[in-house]
């Protein structure tokens, strides 16, 4: 069965970076879209950023030119790359495959779901 192993998450200070992993325990990685989900606290769970299969990259608005993510298909890995990060960024996120490509900045399908890296950001 696919496993997805989310890390790399902590407390950081406002401003400060962080860079998430997703590791996908299966070859059939390159076949799927990534989303990466963000769920603050007491609020559901939103889109961040999408990657599909044919390389497209789709960022949520409120962290465009902050976060960069990307993909090692040979690798089975993903990576968020969070740098000015906010208070408002605090929360779990989440790696999710599923699909082929992205509506807007999720999979058109969320198969597989990690179990959430915490992002704590606060002075």
């Known amino acids: 069965q696919l496993q997805i192993a989310e890390s790399g998450g902590g407390l950081v200070q406002p401003g400060g970076s962080l860079t998430l992993s997703c590791v996908v325990s299966?070859?059939?990685?390159?076949?799927?879209?990534i989303g990466w989900y963000h769920q603050a606290p007491g609020k559901e769970r939103e889109g961040v950023v999408c990657?599909?299969?044919?390389?497209?990259?789709y960022y949520r608005d409120s962290v465009k030119g902050r976060f960069t993510a990307s993909r090692d298909n040979a690798q089975g890995t993903t990576f968020l790359q969070m740098n000015s990060l906010k208070p408002d960024d605090t929360g779990v996120y989440f790696c999710?495959?599923?699909?082929?490509?992205?509506?807007?900045?999720?999979?058109?399908?969320?198969?597989?779901w990690g179990r959430g890296t915490q992002v704590t950001v606060s002075s």
């Open positions: 990657l599909d299969t044919s390389d497209n990259i």
């Open positions: 999710v495959l599923g699909g082929f490509y992205c509506l807007g900045t999720v999979p058109n399908v969320e198969t597989h």
């Open positions: 299966d070859t059939t990685f390159k076949y799927y879209a």
